[in-house]
């Protein structure tokens, strides 16, 4: 057993803690591991007017305040319109770290975003345990995911088409375009599957992926990471696909969270031959023209990528339509006021046996 052991009654179990298990009456102890993905219980300090919201296991969004006990995992982040934040060398009850995104995600803040204020102090309390051993009251550190990730997965698609949407940055329309697209295959009588591959814990995008029509959907913490690098993102990304392809789907749509140029490792799963391979096609979701040419000629030139199709707010009218079809020569379509057109352009793309919509 371990020593000092307590109960804790937490009211709000984060999204990232969601393969553990928890109850809302948790075990914790004071012998915590400073590693990402341990789950911390803590005791949130301070209220905010924006960026107060905490998703749950649940999928549902809280509003969180002082005095709230939250469960998250100990993370990094290095976001651009976000925190950025690191893990702790060392980890005791009593310190105080911050909540570094709305999926759970804790550690020392780095540096902030103007728009989002500053992030929530919490208290830490202890490490959640979780008691492994049936029959036995031995508890171990609660970590996030039900799997481990294997750094030397291989590829399998097993013929299945796979459809990759990038973007020039955070907040750039991926999921959206994502979700108009399995949306628009489903009407067409396509099985979907999908993943998202890179990026801060947060099970939103792939909830609404669900929504959407998806029939399977997986991300990067069901396999123990709470925060995607260029170390483990080619593996996450072999793994979630060629998992979902043993369900044979007509097609997997997965989304890079991130930009291309960010820190999630979304360059270095673009690089690898075997994954571009594999891809049938690629969208790229741009904020303006400008981040449309330059993603359309990093992914022409540094990875050999010919993008189907140009989506996000650099599409928001007919002007950014036309500049990016006459200057980049590559279809574009908006994924909100044009959804059914993109996702038709798509299919056509990768050559899918799709039925005709009336």
Request: net charge neutral; hydrophobic share 45%.
């Amino acid at each position: 057993m371990v020593a000092n052991m307590r109960s804790v009654v937490v009211d709000k179990l984060a999204s990232v803690t969601q393969a553990c298990g928890l109850s809302h009456e948790v075990r914790i102890a004071p012998d915590i591991p400073a590693e990402e993905g341990v789950v911390v219980v803590v005791e949130v300090l301070t209220n905010k007017s924006t960026y107060n919201t905490l998703e749950l296991t649940s999928g549902r969004m809280a509003k969180v305040g002082k005095g709230d006990v939250v469960a998250g995992a100990l993370g990094h982040r290095r976001a651009l319109f976000g925190y950025s934040g690191h893990v702790p060398a060392s980890i005791q009850p009593g310190d105080i770290i911050q909540m570094l995104n709305i999926g759970g995600v804790l550690g020392i803040c780095d540096s902030i975003n103007p728009d989002k204020g500053k992030p929530f102090d919490c208290r830490v309390l202890g490490v959640a345990l979780n008691f492994p051993y049936l029959g036995e009251r031995i508890g171990v550190p609660a970590r996030a995911g039900a799997k481990t990730l294997d750094l030397n997965a291989p590829l399998d698609t097993r013929g299945v088409p796979v459809v990759a949407l990038a973007g020039t940055c955070m907040e750039a329309g991926k999921t959206a375009a994502a979700c108009a697209v399995i949306a628009r295959m489903r009407h067409r009588g396509l099985t979907v599957d999908a993943f998202k591959a890179t990026g801060v814990s947060l099970r939103r995008d792939i909830l609404a992926m669900e929504d959407a029509g998806a029939r399977h959907c997986a991300i990067f913490t069901d396999l123990g990471v709470v925060t995607t690098t260029r170390v483990n993102g080619p593996a996450l990304t072999r793994t979630m696909l060629s998992a979902l392809a043993v369900g044979k789907p007509d097609v997997v749509v997965f989304e890079l969270g991130d930009g291309i140029l960010g820190t999630y490792g979304v360059d270095a799963i673009l690089e690898c031959p075997d994954i571009r391979s594999a891809l049938s096609g690629v969208i790229l979701s741009a904020n303006d023209p400008v981040a449309a040419w330059g993603g359309v000629k990093l992914l022409r030139e540094r990875f050999a990528i010919e993008p189907c199709v140009v989506t996000g707010p650099a599409t928001d009218n007919q002007v950014g339509v036309e500049i990016i079809t006459t200057q980049m020569n590559v279809p574009a379509f908006n994924a909100l006021s044009n959804g059914a057109a993109l996702g038709d352009c798509v299919i056509e793309a990768l050559g899918l046996k799709a039925t005709a919509v009336q």
